[in-house]
T-cell receptor, first 114, second 114 residues
Framework: DGGITQSPKYLFRKEGQNVTLSCEQNLNHDAMYWYRQDPGQGLRLIYY???????QKGDIAEGYSVSREKKESFPLTVTSAQKNPTAFYLCASSRGDARGETQYFGPGTRLLVL | AQSVTQLGSHVSVSEGALVLLRCNYS??????LFWYVQYPNQGLQLLLKYTTGATLVKGINGFEAEFKKSETSFHLTKPSAHMSDAAEYFC????????????FGAGTRLAVHP
């Protein structure tokens, strides 16, 4: 079955530590996205990638970094510069980056700070 | 600026009753509008979307929404609620130009009681 996988489901970060969230899709989609979800808020865009080897900052990119070396993979690193990383992180993909393309979401990773 | 407002962070209905979740948007261009559903600790699933054409859009699980330009609204309805409809619902608008960016509302949590 085609879809988006995210791992791990839960991730614990210690003070000053960088952690990486995995996102893989086998939908052959060109565009991929990372969102952050906080309680009582909608989703906010962290980074997006329209094509392999290219990515752009979203609305809340500070303290995060990404790479897009393969079409199917778009890992997100939460760096120590992100002072409030506790949130639910959602990865999404769409066939293209044209307005109106449906974004399909993975199951999410919940990041907690120890 | 484009934004989405969902009226009511929590809505409670009886099983079998009408479900009405409200969404208003602001957009400087004709909007593309989406409704997503999220079950606890899961990713988002598309219910329906409006891009162009018929203003009454039918989606999965018996949901539908009507785009009303004069009211800048895209309310989600279902004639008869099921217990399985209990979830959080997000309205989103797609920005014009550039790339496929979604702006999400804060979400409405739907509770269904017997």
């Amino acid at each position: 079955d085609g879809g988006i996988t995210q791992s791990p489901k839960y991730l614990f970060r210690k003070e000053g530590q960088n952690v990486t969230l995995s996102c893989e899709q086998n939908l052959n989609h060109d565009a991929m996205y990372w969102y952050r979800q906080d309680p009582g808020q909608g989703l906010r865009l962290i980074y997006y990638s329209q094509i392999v080897n290219d990515f752009q900052k979203g609305d809340i990119a500070e303290g995060y970094s990404v790479s897009r070396e393969k079409k199917e993979s778009f890992p997100l690193t939460v760096t120590s510069a992100q002072k409030n990383p506790t949130a639910f992180y959602l990865c999404a993909s769409s066939r293209g980056d044209a307005r109106g393309e449906t974004q399909y979401f993975g199951p999410g990773t919940r990041l907690l700070v120890l | 600026a484009q934004s989405v407002t969902q009226l009511g962070s929590h809505v409670s209905v009886s099983e079998g009753a009408l479900v009405l979740l409200r969404c208003n948007y602001s957009s400087s261009v004709p909007p593309y509008l989406f409704w997503y559903v999220q079950y606890p600790n899961q990713g988002l699933q598309l219910l329906l979307k409006y891009t162009t054409g018929a203003t009454l859009v039918k989606g999965i699980n018996g949901f539908e929404a009507e785009f009303k330009k004069s009211e800048t609204s895209f309310h989600l309805t279902k004639p008869s609620a099921h217990m399985s409809d209990a979830a959080e619902y997000f309205c989103a608008v797609s920005l014009s130009g550039g790339y496929n960016k979604l702006i999400f509302g804060a979400g409405t949590r739907l509770a269904v009681h017997p």
